[in-house]
């Protein structure tokens, strides 16, 4: 079974500072997948950032970084220089990459605002 | 670029009806799934599909079925819907050859239930 817990319901960040936003997983599968997305009010869920259990460097997409400590099981997002457009819904989610049909699991996200 | 797209954004039903959301996606995807989303709760996979006319149940699947007579299309049907059934419900799919590929994302329809 997988377990996805992020623990920050809320935050806030300053616009322009960098924030962190917590993920830790739980899973058997030797060889997974970890996925952030956002979702601002209108709903829709953006895919942000990807990382492989078995990738070396953590992944980066702009102004998204994703801190990855396999031996943590850890799998922070951290966005730098924060704007007013990213006040959203953030969801973490796994898959383990040799489970059929792709199915994920997701946390039950942390919603950010950013303040001018 | 990909697109999933869901009958309709917002629905208001009476309980004991039943209802169909709709999900279509043009990217020739083999998986297909339905969630809903309640808030605290994260996202809550009622059914996946993996291929025409399979189906598998999620985590929550109880009150609910599902239909996928043509790939690109995957319908949730709530046989008899109840007011504990008002939730988003969000769709998505993927593709079976690359795990590493995210799932797609429809706009979710926000189901109200009197």
């Known amino acids: 079974a997988q377990k996805i817990t992020q623990t920050q319901p809320g935050m806030f960040v300053q616009e322009k500072e960098a924030v962190t936003l917590d993920c830790t997983y739980d899973t058997s599968d030797p060889s997974y997948g970890l996925f952030w997305y956002k979702q601002p009010s209108s709903g829709e869920m953006i895919f942000l950032i990807y990382?492989?259990?078995?990738?070396?460097q953590n992944a980066t997409e702009g102004r998204y970084s994703l801190n990855f400590q396999k031996a943590r099981k850890s799998a922070n997002l951290v966005i730098s220089a924060s704007q007013l457009g990213d006040s959203a819904m953030y969801f973490c989610a796994m898959r383990g990459l040799n489970t059929n049909a792709g199915k994920s699991t997701f946390g039950d996200g942390t919603t950010l605002t950013v303040k001018p | 670029d990909v697109k999933v797209t869901q009958s309709s954004r917002y629905l208001v039903k009476r309980t004991g009806e039943k209802v169909f959301l709709e999900c279509v996606q043009d990217m020739d995807h083999e998986n297909m799934f339905w969630y809903r989303q309640d808030p605290g709760l994260g996202l809550r996979l009622i059914y996946f599909?993996?291929?025409?006319?399979?189906?598998e149940k999620g985590d929550i699947p109880e009150g609910y079925s599902v239909s996928r007579e043509k790939k690109e299309r995957f319908s949730l049907i709530l046989e008899s819907a109840s007011t504990n059934q008002t939730s988003m419900y969000l769709c998505?799919?993927?593709?079976?050859?690359?795990?590493?590929?995210?799932?797609?994302f429809g706009p979710g329809t926000r189901l109200l239930v009197l």
């Open positions: 990382q492989g259990s078995y990738d070396q």
């Open positions: 998505a799919s993927s593709s079976a050859l690359d795990a590493q590929e995210t799932q797609y």
């Open positions: 599909s993996y291929d025409v006319k399979m189906k």
